[in-house]
């Protein structure tokens, strides 16, 4: 309770713990000292300034917070780690530590004592003034990006990475990480590449052909064949290692928490959404593989109800068709679908490099000719 003598904080309710003035009002038997009214007729009055005071400290702190998080965000980028909680806790903590010591400043410098509500408000208004003066200096416009210049000097890094242009200095601490990473995906392509066309025999000239049903032994080997295909496709559907490489690589520059966090997740956003058409080409790949296998399982397994006469098969007597007629156009109609689906994916692929000023003897090994 304030005391009207000396204008302190006293501790007990009858008589001021520090100059001994009486603080209740005989007359009205009200502290009069109390900055809010107890009277009945002022009792909605001091409801009003109590709630609005109270909402007045409440919002002002709910904004320090907020722009507190705001702050946070566009520093760490959305990346949610103990150096961005660190931040987000220094940008609440540092206006509050401020302003404490700005009201001690002013109480000491004042002859009365400042009631616990003003001070409560005062310093809650301040907070907010000093978290709005920070966050209008975090707003300073950055360098717009330029994603043209990104992409082709992505271009150049790749022509590196394949040895067709001479490696330049790293301008920027994420160059390197980038150039071992395309390097690596140009190696799993030739991989690929290589692995599929072991894989792929002269029976792939054949398949559907009533010469390729003509004996268990050539089904046998087309069999063999497709699941070669299908094994490959399996083995380089996916490109996590190559991922999981690049952060073990970018975890090892000197670049803040911060930047690598945010590069790794920028990078992973655009890769996911540029690999979206190779993985479901390869998806419709291995369906059609698959359903090759299901059809030359089944002849291998009903090669003596049926024999191939010139160019038809001749099913014998009391056998349907039906079931090898309907695994044969699936698997058909499947490869029809995967043969676009590949289309289609060479010429994203072909829209991408063009972006970035590359052409597909910019990613091929390079000549040894002098």
Not at 333 to 352: F, S, W
């Amino acid at each position: 309770m304030v005391c009207p003598a000396c204008q302190r904080d006293s501790t007990t309710a009858a008589v001021c713990s520090y100059c001994g003035a009486p603080l209740v009002n005989p007359a009205s038997g009200t502290s009069t000292g109390d900055p809010f009214s107890t009277e009945p007729e002022n009792r909605g009055l001091r409801a009003l300034k109590i709630l609005l005071l109270i909402g007045a400290v409440s919002a002002a702190w709910i904004l320090v917070c907020y722009l507190a998080y705001v702050r946070t965000a566009r520093w760490s980028r959305g990346v949610l780690n103990a150096e961005s909680t660190g931040y987000f806790v220094g940008s609440v903590f540092t206006p509050l530590l401020i302003v404490m010591a700005i009201v001690w400043l002013i109480q000491r410098g004042q002859k009365k004592t400042m009631s616990t509500a003003r001070r409560n408000l005062l310093t809650a208004l301040l907070a907010l003034g000093v978290s709005l003066l920070a966050f209008a200096g975090s707003l300073q416009k950055a360098p717009a990006f330029d994603e043209s210049k990104a992409k082709l000097q992505m271009g150049h890094l790749m022509k590196q990475a394949a040895g067709n242009e001479p490696a330049t200095p790293d301008g920027e601490w994420y160059e390197g990480p980038s150039r071992e990473f395309f390097r690596d995906i140009l190696n799993f392509n030739q991989q690929y590449t290589g692995a599929m066309q072991s894989a792929r025999g002269a029976s792939m000239a054949k398949l559907y052909t009533p010469e390729s049903y003509a004996t268990r032994a050539g089904m046998q080997t087309t069999v063999t064949q497709l699941r070669a295909m299908l094994d490959v496709d399996r083995k380089y559907e996916s490109m996590e290692p190559l991922i999981k490489k690049l952060e073990v690589r970018v975890y090892a520059t000197r670049a803040s928490q911060a930047e690598k966090e945010a590069f790794l997740n920028g990078l992973r956003g655009s890769f996911s959404k540029s690999l979206a058409p190779r993985n479901e080409t390869m998806r419709i790949e291995e369906e059609w593989l698959q359903s090759s296998i299901d059809l030359y399982v089944y002849t291998l397994a009903h090669s003596a109800d049926y024999s191939v006469r010139g160019k038809k098969l001749v099913f014998r007597a009391g056998v349907s068709p039906v079931e090898f007629q309907s695994l044969q156009s699936k698997a058909i109609e499947q490869h029809k679908v995967a043969v676009d689906a590949k289309h289609k994916l060479d010429a994203a692929r072909q829209t991408a490099m063009s972006q970035t000023g590359l052409t597909p003897a910019d990613l091929s090994a390079p000549s040894r000719e002098k």
